[in-house]
């Protein structure tokens, strides 16, 4: 069995390799997953499995710590692995580094959902969040839509979104703190959102027509970014549905409440790459929520191993 270390895959991926290998991965069999979510407080243990016929097989276990980047010495909020199995004998394959596939994961599904449903050529991202995968969204949005040339940075909390925006400098972008969320919002083509709120800050009644919305940070069942209003707005859409509906504050909450009804839920990933579902024009607001799931982790953990390979 092969132990697998984040620097030794992470130099062999690129944004669009895995976007195309999660397009992929939807064309293939519907998965088997499996979700357990335990722990104390704001701490959590999160396994997740999902097999997949033809593709393979996989559990990732990983603690999410939201306070361990505040410790002395810092430490990562999610720590890990993915163990990788062979379909055929049921062998373990490898061990991989949980951070390196949650990292290319989880921008890797928003990058392919706002392929799907963001309006062609879109010129201002909006990163609403100063951590890691904020920093990556940040990376990686340009990867794949060349045509942004102005990156937008907003946090509670200002001194971390100078220092991410100061990191970004140099990328040839324009990177700008936004003081005002409702004026950057408004001038925003795509608004990425990766926190750790509770409430939700982000308000449907600052978008612009046309503006799609990629929301990440919500993961567990009492967590949200968007507002009732920004649902009601916007033309829905999830990665999966069988790790959203149920499982998701973000959507769970509202579909509770009846703000919202299943029927709203216009398609996941596996429509949208079918083509069977998308955006109903170039004004319609779209929203997609990003609630990851093992099936994900399993299709860019097999694209490290045949890389590796």
């Known amino acids: 069995m092969r132990i697998v270390g984040f620097d030794e895959?992470?130099?062999?991926?690129?944004?669009?390799s895995v976007v195309d290998a999660l397009?992929?991965?939807?064309?293939?069999?519907?998965?088997?997953?499996?979700?357990?979510?335990?722990?104390?407080?704001e701490n959590k243990l999160l396994s997740r499995a999902a097999w997949i016929d033809g593709l393979g097989i996989a559990l990732k276990s990983v603690t999410v710590f939201p306070d361990n980047p505040r410790a002395e010495p810092p430490r990562p909020s999610v720590q890990g692995s993915v163990l990788l199995f062979?379909?055929?004998s049921g062998a373990p394959r490898a061990v991989i580094d949980g951070p390196l596939v949650t990292?290319?994961?989880?921008?890797?599904?928003?990058?392919?959902?706002?392929?799907?449903?963001?309006?062609?050529?879109?010129?201002?991202?909006?990163?609403?969040?100063?951590?890691?995968?904020?920093?990556?969204?940040?990376?990686?949005y340009p990867a794949v839509f060349a045509s942004i040339t102005t990156i937008l940075v907003w946090n509670r909390t200002s001194a971390r979104a100078e220092e991410l925006a100061a990191?970004?400098?140099?990328?040839?972008?324009?990177?700008?703190?936004?003081a005002d969320l409702a004026e950057?919002?408004?001038?925003?083509?795509?608004?990425?959102?990766?926190?750790?709120?509770?409430?939700?800050?982000?308000?449907?009644a600052w978008l612009s027509p046309g503006t799609h919305v990629d929301l990440i940070g919500a993961f567990t069942p009492t967590?949200?970014?968007?507002?009732?209003?920004?649902?009601?707005?916007?033309?829905?859409f999830v990665d999966s549905r069988k790790t959203t509906i149920g499982h998701i504050g973000e959507i769970e909450i509202p579909l509770r409440a009846g703000t919202i009804g299943e029927a709203d839920i216009r398609g996941d990933l596996y429509d949208?790459?079918?083509?069977?579902?998308?955006?109903?024009?170039?004004?319609a607001i779209t929203v997609f929520k990003n609630g990851g799931g093992a099936h994900l982790d399993l299709m860019v953990a097999e694209l490290i191993a045949r890389r590796l390979a």
């Open 272 to 283: 949208l790459v079918a083509g069977r579902a998308g955006r109903s024009g170039p004004e």
């Open 184 to 204: 950057a919002a408004a001038a925003a083509d795509i608004v990425a959102t990766a926190t750790m709120a509770s409430e939700p800050f982000l308000r449907g």
């Open 9 to 16: 895959a992470d130099r062999l991926l690129s944004w669009r």
């Open 103 to 140: 990292k290319w994961k989880t921008v890797g599904d928003s990058l392919l959902g706002a392929s799907l449903l963001a309006r062609p050529e879109p010129k201002t991202l909006l990163v609403c969040g100063a951590g890691t995968v904020a920093g990556q969204l940040a990376e990686a």
């Open 86 to 88: 062979d379909p055929q």
């Open 223 to 236: 967590m949200r970014e968007a507002d009732d209003a920004l649902l009601e707005r916007g033309e829905i």
């Open 167 to 178: 990191s970004l400098k140099g990328s040839g972008i324009d990177v700008r703190v936004a």
């Open 23 to 41: 397009a992929e991965g939807h064309r293939a069999a519907a998965p088997e997953i499996g979700d357990l979510l335990i722990g104390r407080g």
